[in-house]
């Protein structure tokens, strides 16, 4: 007796075959069976051939038996090719060119065939054309709006900018969580929508993972709706930290109950500890793990660096003091007076609150030249690249390697240079202010200095300290307007300024400190 099987796969447009499997002979008992692959290139397509064959008419009892326990035993696999996709094939082995040529050569051939015009998008994705993908995305969307996959495609084009960097400059986060939410409401039941929206929902405009335009309450809810819906725990640690970032300790310690523990849940749940009830419980909590001093350490520091990036200062040093008095002093020395600053601080029109007001606009606002110059006496004189500066500068310390350890971010940033700056202001209301600026441990030449005047509108800026240009146009405004005790006074700050901070300025030539004559 003898049966066979022949099967003719046919590799689409696009594709062609990864490896030809090998063919197979299995004897069961005096019985056996062949399986054969042949590749024809032309047609792109593999004949499979599978033969089973008794091999003679009749079998003897012991024959019968041997048949009957290698069938028994038999697990028959059903023959499996493989097809790539001849563009993704390219860009794995970095012929960026001939990647994009394949996936357009298919997406022109087939203009109606949404797949094709997805995978064109992702390709260009890949090669960095950001645009082209997302206008390609598109038009696959317009073709299969129903298509779960092709919202995704749409969905993930455009989570990148312009030049195909993911969550870079001015992504369409809005269209990008639609096109996700799209997704999952086609198939609730597809774990890559919602996972791919989840990272959408958890990043904010600028980029940022838990950054403060994030969805955080709604990626919470879904994490929940992933748990319950699709009995799937995979995110519950995702769910945790989310939970953490929204500073909802609170809900992170009755998720933690549900939970095994390791040490990474250990160092959330002591976080939470000391937000909720201080760095004396946090401490008796470390210690019932039962850790070796040296892990012990090991939790103590960790949470003390989740507390710092959840901007909880007072109860990050509280909680080294408590366990290394001499390491919790050095470490109180740096942290013990930062506040978070929510932007309701700092409200007297004093020259203090004024340079720090106008710093929180450099670092935290984009440099635009509408935004800053309601800053300025006179709103024409913008100097976007002076702006630059200065932010350069306050963001001086956010390069150094501790920075980074730290896990610093920008709100932190906010809320040191909101605290730590030391002033020094001359000057009054008649005469106009000279501020100065600087962080602790900072050089002179890390100074900032802001030269101001009282407006109908309040403090305004004149210039920086850098700004000579700027500075010589107002002291020979002040000359024109017969205001000569502002001008001298301008002119003595300008003089000590230029020595101490640009010292190549032969500034000293035409003027002298106290100098009388203008």
Do not use: C
Request: aromatic share 8%; net charge positive; proline share 3%.
């Amino acid at each position: 007796y003898t049966a066979e099987l022949h099967y003719r796969i046919v590799g689409p447009p696009g594709f062609t075959l990864r490896a030809l499997p090998k063919g197979t002979t299995k004897n069961l008992g005096p019985a056996r069976m062949t399986t054969s692959y042949k590749h024809d290139k032309k047609r792109n397509t593999v004949l499979v051939a599978t033969r089973f064959s008794t091999e003679k008419r009749q079998y003897s009892a012991s024959e019968v038996n041997a048949f009957r326990k290698a069938w028994r035993n038999f697990d028959y696999k059903t023959p499996t090719v493989s097809f790539q996709n001849e563009a993704f094939d390219a860009l794995q082995k970095g012929k960026i060119k001939a990647a994009v040529t394949k996936a357009r050569t298919l997406a022109e051939r087939f203009p109606k065939d949404a797949a094709h015009r997805g995978r064109f998008a992702l390709v260009l994705l890949k090669a960095g054309f950001g645009m082209e993908a997302q206008h390609e995305a598109k038009k696959a969307a317009k073709l299969a709006p129903r298509s779960v996959w092709v919202n995704r495609v749409w969905g993930w084009a455009l989570q990148h900018d312009q030049i195909g960097r993911r969550f870079g400059r001015n992504f369409d986060r809005q269209g990008s969580l639609a096109a996700f939410r799209k997704a999952k409401e086609l198939d609730p039941k597809d774990l890559t929508s919602r996972t791919e929206l989840l990272i959408a929902l958890e990043h904010d405009s600028s980029g940022r993972r838990y950054g403060p335009g994030a969805n955080l309450k709604e990626a919470v809810a879904e994490y929940r709706q992933i748990r319950k819906e699709l009995k799937n725990q995979a995110y519950d640690d995702d769910l945790m930290i989310a939970l953490l970032r929204m500073e909802d300790y609170k809900g992170v310690r009755k998720l933690l109950k549900t939970l095994a523990p390791s040490f990474n849940r250990q160092i959330v749940e002591m976080t939470a500890i000391a937000a909720l009830e201080g760095a004396e419980e946090a401490i008796a909590y470390a210690k019932r793990t039962k850790h070796g001093q040296e892990q012990l350490a090991k939790l103590v520091a960790s949470t003390m660096l989740t507390l710092l990036q959840n901007r909880h200062y007072s109860h990050a040093v509280d909680l080294m003091q408590r366990f290394s008095p001499a390491n919790g002093k050095r470490f109180a020395t740096v942290f013990k007076n930062i506040k978070r600053y929510d932007g309701t601080q700092h409200k007297a029109d004093t020259p203090e609150n004024f340079s720090r007001r106008f710093m929180a606009q450099v670092l935290s606002g984009t440099l635009q030249r509408k935004d800053l110059a309601r800053w300025m006496a006179d709103p024409k004189s913008v100097d976007i690249a002076e702006f630059g500066k200065v932010k350069e500068m306050l963001a001086a310390g956010t390069r150094s390697p501790n920075w980074k350890r730290m896990g610093g971010s920008p709100e932190m940033l906010l809320d040191m240079v909101m605290s730590m700056p030391k002033f020094n202001v001359n000057g009054n209301a008649r005469l106009g202010y000279r501020i100065r600026m600087k962080m602790p441990g900072a050089a002179t030449k890390q100074s900032l200095i802001l030269y101001a005047i009282k407006t109908r509108r309040g403090l305004r800026m004149v210039a920086s300290g850098s700004q000579w240009g700027e500075l010589g146009g107002a002291i020979l405004n002040q000359l024109k307007a017969g205001r000569l005790a502002q001008a001298r006074q301008w002119l003595d700050w300008s003089l000590e300024d230029a020595v101490k901070t640009a010292p190549g300025l032969r500034f000293g030539k035409f003027w002298r400190h106290g100098k009388r004559g203008v």
